[in-house]
């Protein structure tokens, strides 16, 4: 390398300005992300949105009377329900929209961020990953063009969002749900939005990968939900005050209407991204601020298989669904014990209990969660059983097929893996179900018990991994249709039970074949028909990818 000194009496190079070309092609680049997210963003906004509407809908039925009402409030006035839900200051009305924000604003901010994550991510760290920012670096783009575009399509989502949160909630009608309000629960979900995409601002400059910056941006936000829910449980809400979700929460949308909870998501979202900014220039375009741990001169022995290698890859995503589903289910298990009292008086919800069966309602609520456990297991299953897409367009499949590594062998460690990590944060949901349920009812029987009723759905989630496999052996481009087997399991398996869908749309979704333990007797035969039916699909998908062109860099 050549050091080169200025020569007496010129001048050094300076910088670019900060609002100068330091952000040349800004605009260029969010007319191209835009169009790149053209079919998603609508996705994620329009998803959120309908979710929402659905739900205060729902609600708007569930309790049509004051009475219902006064049951539902009532029945969260607990440690474990207001960790759940939210702060107890909702609970001084008992209006449908003080309702719907009691039990749904947090839910959804955490999904708000998860968007807002993923819109930052991949549209920074993803793009130097690939290469393609450094290609679209050597046009006249400046140094901060691409954080700033991705901020600003972040910053829009959330802006959309909380507009038709606002109007769609107002053209509903519902009493106790004005217009005012409304556009507070729509800001207060764009406030927390924006603080996450701040956040992931910061974590793509520490690490080199964008799936360690997605992994920090995420976990960040699976402690400010822990840090709310310890808050709101507890005498005091100091730590509620140190997450973006109790900030939110704190608007009491229907409520008091407060505006200074979302200006401060605003303030702390513009802190962060400030920090992202400034931390962009402390390091080289592709590389992080973390440098990367030289690993070991040679691969142990696990590593050089290719379910070793896969278990490497996953092995982050594995662990973290890992711990939020057994998280999950401990949350829902240590309400199990008041399941009857929250339930009393709730017509529509003791009739869909009432279809599930069980000699309970302990039975027939757990039997309800654990379809929910399951929805949540599958999504690891498909981000799992896709992962080898993306290798592959990513150009880090070329090098390992080169060598004597066959097709089959490299997709199939994937999908090894998947099939036996959606099994593994299975059985952690259950246990997590089983250890809490058991506290809370004083019956030990029921760890056993709930751990046994969350496995059977393993044929399910084998199914699910199956679809995956043929999308991607036989149909690569639209590998992202086989997020319909976990929506659709949802909205039918859950909501249809509420929403009396007709019976024949359970049947559809594999999660509808499953004997819904413990209020339902095992029966073996259908888990043996799904576990074929995933058999044929693996190899089918297998099949397909051994012979079809692969995309390569």
């Known amino acids: 390398m050549t050091s080169v000194t200025a020569a007496p009496g010129t001048r050094r190079p300076t910088a670019p300005s900060p609002g100068g070309n330091a ?19 609508p996705v994620w906004v329009l998803a959120l949105t309908l979710a929402t509407l659905m739900t205060a809908d729902s609600l ?21 329900g207001l960790a759940m839900s939210g702060p107890r200051h909702y609970l001084v009305d008992d209006g449908l929209g003080s309702i719907l924000a009691h039990q749904m604003l947090g839910f959804t901010a955490v999904l708000v961020g998860l968007m807002s994550v993923l819109i930052v991510t991949r549209h920074t760290r993803a793009e130097e990953e690939t290469g393609r920012a450094e290609l679209v670096r050597s046009a006249v783009v400046g140094r901060h063009a691409h954080l700033a575009a991705a901020l600003s399509v972040a910053a829009l989502a959330n802006l959309v969002l909380a507009l038709l949160l606002a109007v769609g909630l107002t053209g509903l009608g519902l009493e106790g749900v004005d217009a005012g309000g409304s556009l507070v629960y729509g800001v207060a979900h764009a406030g927390a939005g924006l603080v996450f995409a701040g956040v992931a601002a910061v974590t793509v400059q520490v690490t080199a990968h964008t799936r360690g910056a997605s992994g920090f941006a995420l976990a960040a936000i699976g402690v400010a939900y822990v840090l709310r829910a310890a808050g709101d449980s507890g005498d005091g809400d100091v730590l509620s005050w140190l997450s973006p979700v109790g900030w939110a929460q704190r608007s009491y949308p229907y409520v008091d209407d407060r505006w200074w909870p979302p200006a401060l998501c605003l303030v702390c979202a513009a802190a962060c991204a400030a920090a992202g900014f400034a931390l962009s220039t402390r390091r080289d375009v592709g590389a992080g601020l973390r440098a990367e741990k030289l690993g070991r001169p040679r691969a142990t022995a696990a590593l050089t298989t290719p379910v070793g290698l896969a278990l490497r890859l996953h092995r982050g995503m594995l662990a973290g669904f890992g711990a939020g589903l057994f998280l999950m289910g401990a949350m829902y298990g240590a309400i199990l014990g008041d399941a009857e009292d929250m339930l009393a008086g709730v017509d529509e919800i003791e009739e869909a209990l009432d279809r599930i069966g069980g000699a309970d309602v302990v039975e027939s609520f757990a039997s309800m969660v654990m379809i929910v456990l399951a929805v949540v297991a599958s999504v690891y299953v498909v981000l799992a059983a896709l992962r080898p897409r993306s290798e592959e367009t990513a150009g880090r499949a070329e090098p390992l097929l080169a060598t004597g590594l066959s097709r089959t062998r490299w997709a199939g460690g994937h999908l090894a893996v998947a099939l036996g990590g959606g099994t593994a944060v299975l059985a952690l949901a259950g246990l997590g179900f089983g250890l ?11 760890l056993p018990e709930l751990l046994g009723a969350a496995l059977v759905y393993a044929p399910a989630l084998w199914v699910t991994a199956g679809v995956a496999a043929v999308l991607l052996g036989w149909f690569p481009r639209a590998v992202r249709a086989a997020w319909i087997v976990p929506v659709f399991a949802f909205v039918v398996g859950y909501l249809g039970q509420i929403l009396r869908f007709p019976a024949w749309t359970e049947d559809l979704s594999p999660f509808g074949h499953v004997p819904r333990l413990p209020a339902d007797d095992l029966a073996p035969t259908p888990l043996l028909l799904l576990t074929c039916v995933a058999a044929g699909l693996v190899w089918l998908g297998l099949a397909g990818f051994r012979r079809r062109d692969l995309d390569m860099k």
């Not at 800004?26 to 998603?40: G, H, K, P, S």
């Not at 809490?436 to 029921?446: F, K, R, V, W, Y």
């Open 436 to 446: 809490a349920g058991a506290a809370s009812t004083g019956d030990i029987g029921l």
């Open 23 to 41: 952000l040349a092609g800004t605009r260029t680049l969010i007319r191209f992300a835009l169009r790149r997210d053209r079919v998603r963003l």
């Open 60 to 80: 708007g039925t569930l309790y049509s009377d004051p009475e219902d009402r006064a049951n539902a409030v009532a029945s969260v006035d607990s440690p474990a």
